[in-house]
Every structure is written in structure tokens, then in C-alpha cells.
């Protein structure tokens, strides 16, 4: 099998941004109106390595940063979703950026649903993919659920197991590019424990839902397991528009095209851009 380098793509900028005590990472590529791509945890700003290109072929700036305490972002002293969104406005504004399309994925998409409701003059337009929406009992459920151990093992076993771990609960169609990078961040955010989790499953997404303003879309995954969580939304809020694709969060990695496809018609329309070819 062919795996992928975790080097700069081609065409591809990198930098920093200060936040608080800390240093946030982040790549980009393309120029144009700016789009904020939110990794997923316990990923990093490598999940959009295949969507960048594409986004910046079709005349968009693409800027995903490494959420603080992933990739190599500095971490938080007291990890939050809401934490987490607070770092965007300084990225904005290190970038020269004074307002963006918000884009995120699972963790991420609360990530940025918490950005446009909390600072909603520095959002275009908001579109959330497989955003979790749960009860209270859900997030407990969550919270006790979650095994975050990143211990390494002498012999290198604990990522042939977490290799097997993924493959075992994740889709069935992810590809060996997404299990590999899927394995690789979650062991460079140790080496005690991951984060990213623990502060979407403590989130209460409910209590911002009423103050996002902007258009927003929502994007469900058939075999996503937070998929029923799509149309939750919509019930919420029916005014926000819905698209469903298959698969969950390999999507990004393995059907870049696809995923684009159903984003272009949104943020082409919100932003009033006329695209490239």
C-alpha cells in the first residue's frame, strides 16, 4: 500500500500565530475569500491535506490550523470547545483575515459552530459535518466511555493495536491513508492522554444553537455514527440547509472531490463568488 508523506504539499504555506502563552499552527494554500477548515479530534490539520488543493483551485484561501494541543499547536491549560473557538479570532486576525467560511468536522464542527455564535461578525458562513448533538445522558455516557490512553509500548505495539482498534469501529470503507493518519495524530498529541474528546463530550452544543446567525449548512454521513445527529439539527434549526453523503470522517481524505462537490454550491452562494473552473 501506498501511504502519504506528512510533508508540505505542494504550493502549500505554514506558519504561526500567537495565542494567550501559546503558538497556534496552521497551513494554508490558495488566495481568495478565507475558509477555515476545523480538524476532527484527535486528528490535526493533515485531515484536509486533500481537500486544500481542491479549494484552492476554485480560487479559495483553505487555512487549517492545528487545534491547540494537536499537531503542533501549544495546548491549553484547560481544553474546551469553547477554548478552542477563542483561539480562531487571533488566527483571523494574524492572517489579516476579518471574517471567514467556518468549516469543521465532528469535534471540529463544534468547534465551529461555537466561533459563529460567539463572534458572529467574523463569520461568512458555517458548515458543520457530522456535528455530534447530545443529551446531557449522552454526553456522560460519552465521558465515561472514553479510553484516551496513549501509552507507547517498548515493542511498538500500541500502534499495530490501535491500528486494529480503528479498524475494527471506524467505517469499513476507510482507506489504509486514512487508518495511517488516524493512528499517527492521535500518538503525537501524548503522551498522557488526548483532549480533543473530552471537550466535545462536555460541550453543550444546545446552548448556542439559537445564537448562530449566519447561513449555515449541515452535512450528515450515512454510516458516520453521529449521523442521526444531522436531521437533530435541522429539527432545531429548519432553516439551515442539509446534504447527506456516504461514509463518515474518511470522507476528507479519501473522497475529497465529493465532499467539495457539496460544499461549492453552499459557500459559492453565501460568500456571492464567482468560482473558478
Known amino acids: 500500500m501506498t501511504l502519504p508523506s506528512t510533508g508540505a504539499l505542494p504550493g502549500e504555506r505554514r506558519g504561526y500565530v500567537a495565542f494567550g502563552a501559546g503558538q497556534l499552527h496552521y497551513r494554508e494554500q490558495g ?4 475558509i477555515i ?40 491549560a484547560d481544553p474546551t470547545i469553547e477554548g478552542f473557538a477563542a483561539i480562531l479570532p487571533p488566527l483571523l486576525d494574524g492572517l489579516g483575515i476579518d471574517h471567514a467560511i467556518l468549516i469543521g468536522q465532528h469535534g471540529g464542527a463544534l468547534v465551529a459552530g461555537r ?3 460567539e463572534y458572529p461578525d467574523r463569520a461568512l458562513a458555517l458548515a458543520m459535518d457530522n456535528a455530534p448533538l447530545y443529551t446531557a445522558e449522552r454526553r456522560a455516557q460519552r465521558l465515561a466511555a472514553i479510553d484516551d490512553s496513549q501509552r507507547v509500548a517498548p515493542d511498538g505495539s500500541h500502534l499495530t493495536d ?14 489504509d491513508e486514512t487508518l495511517h493518519v488516524s493512528v499517527l495524530t492521535y500518538f503525537a498529541n501524548g503522551p498522557t492522554r488526548e483532549h480533543g474528546h473530552h471537550a466535545a463530550a462536555r460541550y453543550d452544543f444546545t446552548a448556542d444553537l439559537g445564537r448562530i446567525a449566519c447561513p449555515t449548512l449541515v452535512i450528515a454521513g450515512r454510516t458516520d455514527p453521529v449521523y442521526p445527529s ?12 442539509y446534504a447527506e453523503l456516504s461514509g463518515g470522517a474518511g470522507v476528507l481524505l479519501d473522497h475529497a472531490a465529493t465532499w467539495c462537490a457539496t460544499l461549492f454550491p453552499f459557500v459559492d452562494t453565501h460568500v456571492g463568488y464567482q468560482r473558478k473552473t
Open 230 to 241: 444531522g436531521r437533530a439539527l435541522i429539527d432545531r434549526r429548519p432553516e439551515w440547509e
Open 31 to 34: 488566495e481568495g475569500p478565507a
Open 115 to 117: 466561533m459563529a455564535a
Open 162 to 175: 490501535r491500528w486494529s482498534l480503528v479498524r475494527r469501529v471506524a467505517d469499513p470503507d476507510w482507506s
Open 37 to 76: 477548515l476545523v480538524h476532527q479530534a484527535p486528528w490535526a490539520s493533515i485531515q484536509y491535506r486533500r481537500v486544500m488543493p481542491l479549494l484552492a483551485a476554485a480560487g479559495y484561501r483553505a487555512i487549517a490550523p492545528d487545534l491547540p494541543g494537536h499537531g503542533m499547536s501549544d495546548p491549553l
